[in-house]
């Protein structure tokens, strides 16, 4: 399955950083307008983004301090990642002063829908390199010749 | 259960899917790649993929043309990348307010 990796770096502890993660008034500083979730296994996420984007899914596993683990996916009508269908894990890496935080989107829809040699390896070939500070460049492939025409 | 997790989940329409990714086909040419298989059985097989908006038709005449809603895709991956970026980089701003408002109640910096 495919997964979307994303890291930042960002000057603050993991004491600082945690409660964004697992707090719902904080949460909803960073990712959301609504967070109803209960941080603790088989506890629900539900993550309303701009009012419109309506996520869920349920915690799988939450380590304080360390990471959380749980399913996702968009109720929306269309959206191929339903709640469930992929697992994000959010996990922090304390450097001196300063904490890595690493996302990592699994269980996207890549080998039920390409042939193994474009549209989403090619997209998430890009999303890895921007995600890891470089530049992907102008994306000059258009879907369609992305997705192998 | 969702319609197009449902979709994916058989095998015969993942490969159905895979045969229209790049190129449009009509149904009658669907249907001869696939001998073990009676007709009405994929144009079952189109329907449910249609219905979970994975597959594009167009009618020409009175064929009915099929191709992967790959607008879909493109769809998703802008917003996925835009979802976690901006996300990530949010979630960087607020927290390193914070951690400034607490290293100078310690009198650190």
């Known amino acids: ?16 950083i ?10 909803v500083e960073w990712l959301g307008t609504v967070a ?7 506890g629900v996420y539900r993550v309303l ?3 419109r984007h309506q996520s869920a899914g349920e915690y799988v596993e939450v380590v304080p301090l ?38 990592a989107h699994r269980g996207l829809p890549e080998d039920a829908v390409s042939d193994h040699t474009h549209g989403w390896d090619h997209y998430l070939g890009r999303l890895a390199v921007a995600g890891s500070g470089g530049d992907a460049g102008p994306d000059d492939v258009s879907p369609r010749e992305a997705a192998g025409a | 259960m969702d319609a197009a997790l449902k979709a994916l989940a058989e095998p015969r329409r993942r490969a159905i ?31 449910v993929l249609k219905d979970a908006k994975l597959v594009t038709e167009r009618r020409d005449g009175t064929r009915r043309l099929y191709k992967a ?16 970026t901006s996300g990530l980089e949010r979630l960087r701003d607020v927290a390193e307010a914070a951690e400034t408002r607490k290293r100078q109640t310690k009198g650190r910096k």
């Open chain 1, 1 to 16: 399955m495919a997964e979307l990796v994303r890291e930042i770096m960002i000057d603050a502890t993991p004491e600082t």
């Open chain 1, 18 to 27: 945690w409660p964004f993660l697992v707090d719902p008034e904080k949460h």
């Open chain 1, 36 to 42: 109803d979730i209960d941080p603790r296994p088989g």
């Open chain 1, 49 to 51: 983004v701009q009012g």
């Open chain 1, 66 to 103: 360390e990471k959380v683990v749980f399913t996702f996916g968009w109720e929306e009508e269309g959206n191929p990642i339903r709640p469930g269908s992929s697992t994000i894990e959010i996990s922090l890496h304390p450097e001196g002063d300063k904490t890595l935080v690493r996302l």
């Open chain 2, 17 to 47: 899917l895979r045969l229209v990714w790049s190129q449009e086909l009509p149904a009658t040419d669907i249907a001869d790649t696939f001998a073990d298989v009676s007709r009405p059985a994929i144009s079952q097989h189109l329907a």
């Open chain 2, 69 to 84: 809603n790959v607008d879909t895709m493109a769809q998703l991956r802008a917003f996925l990348d835009d979802y976690w």
